[in-house]
């Protein structure tokens, strides 16, 4: 069964420093998501990505793909207090012409204080 | 272009009751997933649809179940509540199928059962 897994859950940072969210799932996947949901909130889409190698940037957020080592990054640069949220990685599975079936990690917990 | 709508926004039932939940996909999209949210579990896949079909579920008992209507719609049913049943459930909409991969989601239904 597909698992993925995130960490750090919890991330405490300081306004202005970077980091980086990992994000591993156990078996071979078409597709990567990264979403972001505020406290109460529903999920907003970050970035998809769909090959090895594939990078992407929106603001301070970076996200990354290496689909041989099943793993993908999220790197937050020069950090806000916008930016607290919970983020989440997700990964569907079943092929380009299949159905979805998105599995979602635990999320990541970010708090960024002054 | 509205978004993803999801009614009702809140729901409180008691245990035994059964419940429906409808989401409305952004105009065009024709996959409607289903996902339930909750603290212990966290983000679980329940089913997607196409075109009125559903090409994947997730490890649910039988008690929850769904449907898609012509124009999308989708509606998601949930008999004999349990108090575990209490969650937020998100729906996704999606183009469906080829490179259309990118989910918006709806705002919630936050359900509590009593």
């Known amino acids: 069964e597909l698992k993925v897994e995130q960490n750090p859950l919890f991330l405490s940072m300081q306004e202005g420093k970077n980091y980086t969210i990992y994000c591993n799932y156990s078996?071979?996947?078409?597709?990567l998501y990264w979403y972001r949901q505020d406290p109460g909130k529903s999920l907003e889409s970050l970035f998809v990505?769909?090959?090895?190698?594939a990078v992407k940037q929106e603001g301070r957020l970076m996200a990354s793909l290496d689909t041989k080592a099943r793993l993908s990054t999220l790197h937050i640069t020069a950090a806000v207090h916008d930016l607290s949220a919970t983020y989440f990685c997700?990964?569907?599975?079943?092929?380009?012409?299949?159905?979805?079936?998105?599995?979602f990690g635990s999320g990541t917990r970010l708090s960024i204080r002054p | 272009k509205a978004g993803v709508t999801q009614t009702p926004r809140y729901l409180i039932k008691t245990r035994g009751q059964q419940v429906t939940l409808s989401c409305s996909p952004i105009?065009?999209?024709?996959?409607v997933s289903w996902y339930q949210q909750t603290p212990g579990q966290g983000l679980q896949f329940l089913f997607e649809?196409?075109?009125?079909?559903?090409?994947n579920k997730g490890n649910f008992p039988g008690r929850f179940s769904g449907r898609q209507f012509s124009n999308s719609r989708s509606e998601m049913n949930v008999s004999t509540l349990e108090l575990g049943d209490s969650a937020l459930y998100l729906c996704?909409?999606?183009?469906?199928?080829?490179?259309?991969?990118?989910?918006?989601f709806g705002p919630g239904t936050r359900l509590t059962v009593t």
């Open positions: 996704a909409s999606s183009l469906g199928g080829g490179s259309s991969y990118e989910q918006y």
């Open positions: 078996t071979t996947s078409d597709r």
């Open positions: 990505l769909l090959s090895n190698g």
């Open positions: 997700a990964v569907d599975p079943t092929g380009y012409s299949s159905a979805s079936k998105i599995i």
């Open positions: 105009s065009g999209h024709r996959s």
């Open positions: 649809y196409f075109s009125e079909t559903q090409r």
